[in-house]
């Protein structure tokens, strides 16, 4: 309104002026305008930025409800961050949907391919015989192939009280050598080199498998020269049981001078044992520190011996014969290993058993009746 009366008042000024006089108050006044409209311009700009500010202020604050929303749950806050632009339009007045999607948990399935392991690289073998005839018997070793030892059999005469001016009685021994000829117990086995490469943990076990079923073939050959060549019992199980069949093999050989210092039977009679009522053998039958012993002899459980069967004996009469000591050796060019890339492990060893004195060994049968 203020404006409009100025251009009032201009006017009726301007009646009855020159051309000139028009043209000069007409030029003043439009400056006087223009710095009128400049700082009614800087006022509204001034104006303008406080309502700005206070528009900022305001959206910080909803800005900060929303993160304190957001940290509620992971499910809200992924509508919320999925929707961000819905929602800024929301601020303005604009009407919007957010919509909440359910979300599968995880399981194995989540994950292709073969899942972690975790790995044991000691083979879980079969278990040695828990002991070899090797470890009840002496050992010799030769050079030749052949082990010769000569063998007491008899005699004829004897020692006697001289009577006065009579012949001194006279002795007449006889003897008999005995050949062991030794031979090889062997075997070996073949694997490629990419086998050694890639699964060494196998690789390195052959050696302990094959010692493991040498012993176990060298028990068994043994076990059939020990049952051939020992001398067999005449105890039955009538009218007593185990431990005292054994305690009578015991006396036989003491009674013969052999010093009997061990017994050897299947698991099962030996539990066997350990289950029977001792009675008046308390005394005779211990069991201490997991050994069992019949009058003071340790009783060992030995599964390449026959069922039933069991051995009493002096084995320091008994010899293992050695023209080769056990050995285990490896080759990657035997046969057609080199264009093959296979590796041999062999093992072997000339070998056999010599019962030197037969009735030193009893060889009995817990079933004989």
């Known amino acids: 309104?203020?404006?409009?009366?100025?251009?009032?008042?201009?006017?009726?000024?301007?009646?009855?002026?020159?051309?000139?006089?028009?043209?000069?108050?007409?030029?003043?006044?439009e400056g006087e305008v223009k710095e009128l409209v400049g700082g009614i311009a800087t006022e509204m700009k001034d104006e303008l930025k406080k309502i700005q500010d206070q528009a900022d202020a305001i959206d910080a604050k909803l800005q900060e409800k929303e993160v304190k929303k957001v940290e509620s749950g992971d499910f809200i806050k992924n509508?919320?961050?999925?929707?961000?632009?819905?929602l800024?339009?929301?601020?303005?007045?604009?009407?919007?949907?957010?919509?909440?999607?359910?979300?599968?948990?995880?399981?194995?399935?989540?994950?292709?391919?073969?899942?972690?392991?975790?790995?044991n690289y000691d083979i879980v073998a079969f278990p040695s015989q828990k002991v070899n005839v090797s470890d009840l018997v002496g050992s010799v070793n030769i050079g030749g192939g052949t082990y010769t030892y000569t063998r007491e059999v008899g005699q004829e005469g004897g020692i006697a009280?001289?009577?006065?001016?009579?012949?001194?009685?006279?002795?007449?021994?006889?003897?008999?050598?005995?050949?062991?000829?030794?031979?090889?117990?062997?075997?070996?086995a073949r694997y490629s080199k990419k086998m050694r490469n890639n699964l060494s943990y196998i690789a390195s076990a052959v050696p302990a498998l094959l010692r493991r079923d040498y012993f176990k073939s060298e028990n068994s050959i043994?076990?059939?020269?020990?049952?051939?060549?020992?001398?067999?019992?005449?105890?039955?199980?009538?009218?007593?049981?185990?431990?005292?069949?054994?305690?009578n093999e015991i006396a036989k050989l003491e009674d013969a001078d052999y010093e009997a210092n061990g017994i050897v039977v299947r698991p099962l009679d030996y539990m066997d044992m350990l289950k029977a009522a001792k009675d008046d053998l308390e005394?005779?039958?211990?069991?201490?520190g997991g050994v069992l012993r019949v009058a003071g002899l340790q009783v060992m459980k030995a599964t390449?011996?026959?069922?039933?069967?069991?051995?009493?004996?002096?084995?320091s009469r008994v010899n293992k014969i050695n023209t080769e000591g056990l050995s285990l050796e490896f080759s990657d060019v035997e046969g057609s290993n080199f264009v093959k890339?296979?590796?041999?492990?062999?093992?072997?060893?000339?070998?056999?058993?010599?019962?030197?004195?037969?009735?030193?060994?009893i060889f009995g049968d817990f079933t004989a009746v």
């Not at 008042?9 to 043209?23: H, R, T």
């Not at 009280?161 to 070996?188: H, L, R, W």
């Not at 890339?341 to 060994?361: G, K, M, Y």
């Open 79 to 86: 509508a919320i961050i999925g929707s961000g632009e819905k």
């Open 161 to 188: 009280a001289q009577v006065e001016g009579s012949d001194k009685s006279q002795i007449d021994y006889d003897f008999q050598t005995v050949d062991v000829p030794t031979d090889f117990i062997a075997g070996f």
């Open 304 to 315: 390449w011996l026959s069922a039933n069967k069991y051995f009493v004996g002096d084995w």
């Open 341 to 361: 890339n296979n590796i041999t492990a062999r093992i072997e060893s000339q070998t056999a058993l010599a019962v030197e004195r037969p009735e030193a060994l």
């Open 222 to 247: 043994f076990n059939a020269i020990l049952e051939a060549d020992a001398t067999a019992s005449t105890e039955v199980i009538t009218g007593q049981n185990k431990p005292q069949m054994l305690m």
């Open 283 to 288: 005394s005779a039958v211990t069991y201490e």
């Open 88 to 119: 800024t339009k929301a601020r303005t007045g604009t009407s919007v949907d957010v919509e909440i999607k359910a979300v599968a948990n995880m399981n194995t399935s989540n994950l292709s391919g073969d899942e972690p392991r975790d790995y």
């Open 1 to 29: 309104m203020e404006l409009k009366e100025q251009l009032e008042a201009l006017s009726a000024k301007l009646e009855g002026k020159s051309k000139e006089e028009v043209k000069s108050a007409i030029e003043t006044f």
